[in-house]
């Protein structure tokens, strides 16, 4: 009898002992899971930097196109498949960004295994686009040099963020509304900043067409080489058409932006007698530790130097 109790003593305990080890797995599996980073892929740095002030640490981050590099023409790298393959969720411009080199972004896609709308999302969601004027049918891509139409970017990732990752939806919500009331009090001191300017010396002349959206924002009036950067750039053309603008204005500077070569632009300067008085931001942020290095500070620069540069 008494080899017997002992024998289900021992049972009961190694019983216990499964249990408790089964259940403890079990428990870690669960924290393991629960505090998995989402992948987010961004297909340049300010998105990334957009999700980055909404989602902080609680995702992991990748931005395809790197920081100066024009994501206009862009050929992907093993790795950027390989990350995009990975991802819970990409985000695109849009508004015929990515479209260079016969459509780099929809190959990437393709090549990931992933689906508009289910993976694949544009933060340009909501804006009204402008349109080109070589070709009326396509549209302008950089929405986001009007702060109003960054705010909507922020609110569309934020809405992609919360679906995709529910747990952290009042995080994500919460940071998004803080990074929101900051770009909107930009862009609302932005909208009289340049009204102190003569309109005849309000002229913004670059290289490439990219400031439809802030000229519209802030009254002035766009001038450029070409319309977009994958177009042919540069020709006498355009530079006959360009000239022809500055002549007809009292525009006391030119600018260059950061993404493209000054070539075009040194020969406007050398034809007109005017200093290209500053670099300025397009397509990409300013390298990490640089100012402009964040889509705030790379808006906030935009807006001092061009003001200075015109008045």
Do not use: C
Request: hydrophobic share 35%; no cysteine.
């Amino acid at each position: 009898m008494k080899r017997i109790l002992v024998t289900i003593v021992v049972v009961i305990a190694v019983v216990a002992v499964v249990i408790f080890f089964v259940n403890g797995r079990s428990g870690d599996s669960k924290q393991s899971t629960d505090s998995k980073k989402i992948s987010v892929v961004t297909t340049n740095s300010i998105l990334e930097d957009m999700v980055k002030n909404v989602a902080k640490d609680r995702v992991e981050l990748y931005s395809i196109v790197q920081r100066g590099v024009d994501p206009h023409e862009y050929e992907p790298k093993p790795e950027d498949i390989s990350k995009a393959t990975d991802a819970t969720v990409l985000f695109h411009n849009g508004l015929n960004l990515e479209t260079g080199g016969s459509g780099w972004f929809k190959k990437l896609v393709s090549t990931a295994h992933k689906e508009f709308d289910k993976d694949v999302f544009a933060a340009s969601e909501g804006v009204t686009p402008e349109h080109l004027t070589t070709n009326v049918e396509e549209e302008d891509p950089h929405a986001w040099l009007d702060l109003a139409n960054g705010v909507q970017y922020v609110k569309t990732i934020t809405k992609v963020l919360k679906e995709k990752d529910s747990k952290n939806a009042d995080y994500y919500q919460t940071n998004s509304d803080a990074y929101i009331k900051k770009l909107q009090k930009l862009h609302e001191e932005a909208q009289s900043k340049f009204l102190d300017i003569p309109e005849s010396q309000r002229l913004l002349v670059t290289s490439e067409g990219a400031f439809k959206y802030f000229s519209k924002a802030y009254h002035v009036a766009p001038a450029y080489i070409w319309e977009i950067n994958t177009e042919s750039q540069g020709t006498p053309e355009q530079m006959k058409a360009v000239l022809a603008k500055i002549e007809n204005s009292d525009v006391k500077h030119l600018f260059v932006e950061t993404s493209v070569s000054s070539k075009s632009m040194n020969k406007v300067a050398d034809e007109t007698g005017l200093e290209i008085y500053s670099k300025i931001f397009t397509d990409s942020l300013a390298k990490e530790g640089s100012e402009g290095d964040t889509y705030y500070t790379m808006m906030k620069w935009n807006l001092n130097k061009i003001h200075d540069g015109l008045d």
